[in-house]
């Protein structure tokens, strides 16, 4: 079947059996920034937002996926690179493996919540999974973020 | 899981023809279908059908079929009428993502015994309304697994004045649960139910019985109530924890879900 996704504002066709993932579609398609992590919807490494929402792209029907807006890291560049800056001055960003998905979760925190506190954040960020467990870091430096947005 | 064929039908009708007539299997949020090795012919993806939605209905609230967790976790409407209740009956689920994914039709119609929301619809006395078929007791949904298709449009819930509380154990915070509890008290009645026995939820009727129409029940009818509980409802093993244990939980989790909801 065919289908046709806007991934990070550009509009794509892809050729697809009915039950590839989403992740799958997107990784064969070139979009490598897509990680794949556990494949059992756990980890959130394979986080993408779909109409700004972050969903598991591992977990996800990429026929489900038609005609919607997919927004891989590449397209939140700008506030990535951003963040980024932040996991690295608190040390928080140790292998790499989860930051692609980790970055896409706390950016859609940022525009769904206003003012979170440490166990809001806590609880958004739970399906997202850092293997090197720098979970201390990564608060620190996602509240040093949002400090930094709003001022 | 193997899909043949995948549409998204347009209109209710044309997905409830597809479901009864050819067999489709309804897609909610698809989120078991990596985990899952069946074999679907066809796949008829709901999300096109309007059913997203939370709304008050004069005394009741209606929730679509494929309203996600996080809809229900966020809504004005269910807090208002049930304060943080259904905000933490869907917390244990594993991050927002997968919460934006997960749908109530899903849950619901797929019976799961790990289900928490399924506990604390069971507790409130949800009615479910399936397409051209009619609308359900929960209870009788649960109990009596429906002989062929069907498909869920929506479940209602009473919305008047309501305390209620969902308890739960598990071995980490976003494990499926050992064993979960729900109770509510409404028009001076109390319902309680527990799931994850592991089989799907059951009310405790006799030690809902037990509480009367007693709005702040004292503590020594609590414990007997919760005693009531364990011993009226069937458990089993599974392998986060035997029958035994789930029954010794099973008098914590009522008490405290009493003693929370007569707050």
Redesign the interface.
Known sequence: ?TIQLNINGKTEIFEI???D?LVDVLRDGGHTEVKKGC????C?VC?VL?DG????S????A??A?GREITTIRGLEEEAEEFARFLAAEGADQCGFCAPGFAV?VI??KRELVSPTDEDIK??????LCRCSGYEGQLRAIKKYLEASNA | MEIAKFIRPRAIDEAFIAVRDQKGFPIGGGGWSRMNSRKIPLAVDLSGLGLRFIRRKGETIEIGAMSTARDIETSDDLRESFGPFFSSTVAHIVGVQLKNMVTLGGTVAGRYGFSDLNTSLLALGARVVLYQDGIYDFETFLNNRKNGPFLLEKVILPADTCRASFQSVRNTRNDFPILNAAASFQSNEWRIAVGARPGAARLAVRAAEMLGGISVPESDLIEHAAEAAANELVFGDDLRADADYRRAVCRTLVSRAVQEAGK
């Open positions: 079947m059996e009915a039950g993932m494949d059992t919807g756990s959130g986080t779909m929402a972050p969903i598991l591992c977990a996800c029907l026929a489900k038609d979760t859609a925190m609880h958004y960020l739970a399906g997202n």
